[in-house]
C-alpha cells in the first residue's frame, strides 16, 4: 500500500479525505477526538509544502440540499484555531474545480451534500478525482463505506495512497487480529445487539474469554432466564447458546435492575433467575463487577468495544466504570473504539492510559469482523 511519504507532495494538490464526522450540538463540537488525530496528517502535508484539500462527510444529511447543522463549518473554525499561522480557505461549490489561490489549506464543505456521494456515482467520483494530483485516504472511520470521496475516487484519481491515520488504524488492530499476546480478553457491550451478534462469530475465534454486557449479556441471560423488559434479541438467543458452548463466554452473575428506563428509578442488584416481568437489566452487578475485573487482570491483550450497562444514567454506570478503570489498570495492550466506547473514556477521563483508542466505529467493527475493509483492497491494489 502506497503511503505519503512515497510521493513527491512538494506543489501537488493532495485531496486528503478524513474523517472529520464529530458530534456537533447548537454549533459547538463535543468530541474534538478525530479532528485531533487527523492534525498530524495535515502537519505532515505542510511541512512537505504540499497544495492540501480537506475534504470529509458530516452525519448524513439529505443529499443535494445544503442544512446548517450538517455543514463543517465548525470543524473548519476549530482547525483554524489549532492551526494558528496557517491560511485556510471554506468552499462550498468545488466540483467544477477550484481556482487558484494562495492558501495553504482549502476545506470542503460536506461531501454527502452532493447528489451521488453515497450512490459512489462515478461522475462525481470522477469529478474529485479531477481536483487533485494525489489522493490521499486517511479516514479511516469512513473505510467501511463505498461511497464516492473514499471509494469511488480511488478509481479515478491518477495517484492514491493511504495517510498516517490510516496506516496505524490498520497496525494497531492487526496487533490483535495477527498476533496478540495471550490471553487476548475481549469485552462486547452496547446497546446494537444483531449487529454485534455478527461480530461475536468472528471474535469468538481469535479471542480466549469473551466478557459480555448491555444488551449482547441480555441475550446471553435470556438462555436460561426471564430477562423481563430489558433489552435483548430474542432472534439470536439460539446463536448465543452455541456461542456459550465454546466455554469462551463470560457472562454476568448478577444483573443491576430499574423498574423504567431512567435515572429516577430505584436501582438495586438482581440475582438472574430472580428477575421479574416489569424490570429491566441496565448495568451488571456487583459480584459480576469482581468476576470481570478478575478475569479483566489477567489479560496482555484487551480489545474493548461498547458499555456494559446504561453509564449515561448515574445509577447505572458503575459497572462500566469499574470494567474501564479495570481495562486502564492492567499491563495489556489495549484497544478500544466505537462512539459510545469514546464517551465512557471521555466521561471518565481515561485517554491517555488506552493503549490505543481508534477513531472507527462501524469500520472498526467491520474491521475486525472481516479483517479488511473495501477500500482498502484498492490502495492495496492500485500501485502508482
Ligand atoms: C462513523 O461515525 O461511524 C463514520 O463517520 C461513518 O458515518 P456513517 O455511519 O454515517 O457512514
Known amino acids: 500500500m502506497n503511503q505519503m511519504k512515497d510521493f513527491n507532495l512538494n506543489q501537488k494538490k493532495i485531496l486528503i479525505r478524513m474523517d472529520l464526522n464529530v458530534p456537533i450540538h447548537n454549533g459547538i463540537i463535543t468530541s474534538h477526538t478525530r479532528i485531533n488525530k487527523s492534525i498530524p496528517t495535515i502537519l505532515f502535508a505542510l511541512s512537505k509544502n504540499a497544495q492540501i ?168 441471560i435470556a438462555i436460561n432466564n426471564n430477562v423481563g423488559k430489558s433489552l435483548y434479541e430474542p432472534n439470536f438467543v439460539q446463536e448465543a447458546k452455541k456461542l456459550l458452548a465454546t466455554q469462551k463466554i463470560i457472562m454476568p452473575l448478577d444483573s443491576r435492575v430499574g423498574t423504567s428506563f431512567s435515572n429516577n428509578t430505584q436501582s438495586y442488584v438482581r440475582k438472574l433467575n430472580e428477575i421479574q416481568n416489569h424490570e429491566e437489566i441496565m448495568d451488571i452487578g456487583d459480584q459480576t463487577i469482581k468476576y470481570y475485573q478478575k478475569i479483566i487482570s489477567k489479560a496482555r491483550t484487551i480489545l474493548w468495544n461498547g458499555p456494559v450497562g446504561v453509564f449515561e444514567f448515574s445509577n447505572f454506570s458503575l459497572g462500566t466504570q469499574k470494567i474501564a478503570e479495570s481495562i486502564v489498570q492492567s499491563k495489556a495492550f489495549s484497544v478500544a473504539g466505537g462512539g459510545d466506547t469514546l464517551s465512557v473514556i471521555k466521561l471518565f477521563n481515561l485517554k491517555k492510559k488506552i493503549s490505543y483508542i481508534s477513531t472507527g466505529g462501524g469500520s472498526f467493527l467491520e474491521f475486525i469482523e472481516k479483517g479488511t475493509l473495501p477500500v482498502l483492497s484498492l490502495l492495496n491494489k492500485k500501485k502508482s
Do not use: W
Open 53 to 220: 484539500i480537506i475534504a470529509s462527510h458530516l452525519g448524513r444529511p439529505q443529499e443535494g440540499k445544503y442544512e446548517k447543522k450538517f455543514s463543517l463549518f465548525p470543524v473548519f473554525k476549530y482547525l483554524e484555531k489549532k492551526l494558528k499561522n496557517v491560511s485556510m480557505c471554506f468552499i462550498k461549490n468545488y466540483l467544477n474545480g477550484i481556482k487558484k489561490n494562495n492558501y495553504s489549506i482549502i476545506f470542503l464543505e460536506n461531501v454527502r451534500f452532493n447528489i451521488g456521494e453515497k450512490q459512489n456515482n462515478i461522475e462525481l467520483s470522477k469529478k474529485y478525482a479531477n481536483l487533485c494530483d494525489i489522493f490521499v485516504m486517511d479516514a479511516f472511520a469512513t473505510a467501511h463505506r463505498k461511497e464516492s470521496s473514499t471509494f469511488g475516487i480511488c478509481q479515478f484519481a491518477s495517484k492514491i495512497c493511504a495517510g498516517p491515520l490510516l496506516i496505524s488504524e490498520i497496525k494497531n488492530l492487526n496487533i490483535i487480529l495477527l498476533k496478540p499476546k495471550k490471553p487476548l480478553i475481549t469485552i462486547i457491550g452496547g446497546s446494537k445487539v444483531s449487529t454485534k451478534f455478527k461480530l461475536l462469530k468472528s471474535l469468538i475465534k481469535i479471542t480466549d474469554f469473551l466478557i459480555v454486557g448491555g444488551g449482547i449479556a441480555n441475550t446471553f
